[in-house]
């Protein structure tokens, strides 16, 4: 006879679970506020880091919207949007993330090759507006905008290979991964100015690799690119 090891759920995730049978029961509605973290720590008996976890995890399930200076708020969104089993996934197995990172290495180092073949100069042009905008909000300290630029720029550099097929799952995968991938870049642009210039400069150094319409430049610049981000995700994980 062969038995299942038990886990011990982690404590934010009974938090997160709380919160979730909450909205099932409609005692939580959109717009409500939460309770401050410590609030919150002192009501669930556990210590803020938990509470921050699972705010963290709320946020990346699409379930709360984080307003600086005014507090946590139930987000106004579709139930399909917040149970969706892949972005409950993500946001539980946090590690998972790393998993993202993996594929991402795969894909979108073969995309910027075949950008570096295939862009228009009206393409390379919309490539480099989404970096002059990254740099811009760098200046004036809008990691949030920042990082909406990020996204964009290599939207952009999926468009330019000009196919319409991996155009569309490049799409379809970032739609699935966007909480993920929004955390993991705010994580990265929050994380000191050293770091988001060092994001900019390679993002710069992919452009160059494409608009130099080498292949394997453009590709080698781009792995270069997520290994950096998926090293720094790693401290922030472990």
């Known amino acids: 006879m062969e038995f299942t090891p038990i886990k011990t ?21 959109p717009g409500d506020k939460l309770l ?26 699409g379930i ?15 139930t399909d949007d917040i149970i969706r089993p892949l972005a409950m996934f993500l946001a539980v197995e946090r590690s998972s993330l790393l998993d993202m990172f993996e594929m991402r290495r795969i894909f979108e180092t073969a995309t910027a090759g075949l950008a570096a073949q295939r862009a228009t100069e009206e393409e390379l042009d919309q490539i480099e507006a989404m970096l002059e905008n990254m740099r811009e ?11 909406e ?6 939207y952009a550099v999926a468009e330019a290979t000009h196919n319409s097929l991996l155009t569309k799952l490049f799409k ?12 993991a870049r705010r994580q990265l642009y929050q994380s000191g100015e050293e770091n988001a210039q060092k994001i ?12 130099s319409r080498s292949p394997e430049v453009a590709s080698k610049a781009m792995l270069s690119h997520l290994l950096f981000a998926e090293g720094e995700l790693r401290k922030w994980i472990v």
């Open 149 to 154: 630029f990020d996204a964009a720029f290599h």
């Open 172 to 183: 379809t995968v970032s739609e699935e991964f966007a909480k993920a991938n929004s955390v």
């Open 9 to 29: 759920k982690r404590l934010y995730e009974e938090i997160v679970e709380q919160i979730k049978r909450l909205l099932t029961e409609g005692k939580l509605k």
């Open 64 to 78: 709360i919207d984080i307003r600086p200076g005014e507090g946590t708020f139930i987000r106004d969104t579709e």
């Open 137 to 147: 909000r760098l200046n004036v300290q809008d990691p949030a905008r920042g990082e």
């Open 200 to 211: 900019i400069d390679q993002h710069a150094e992919i452009l160059s690799g494409i608009r």
């Open 36 to 61: 401050a973290e410590r609030e919150m720590a002192e009501q669930f008996q556990v210590s803020r880091a938990s509470v921050r976890e699972a705010i963290r995890t709320l946020e990346m399930l």
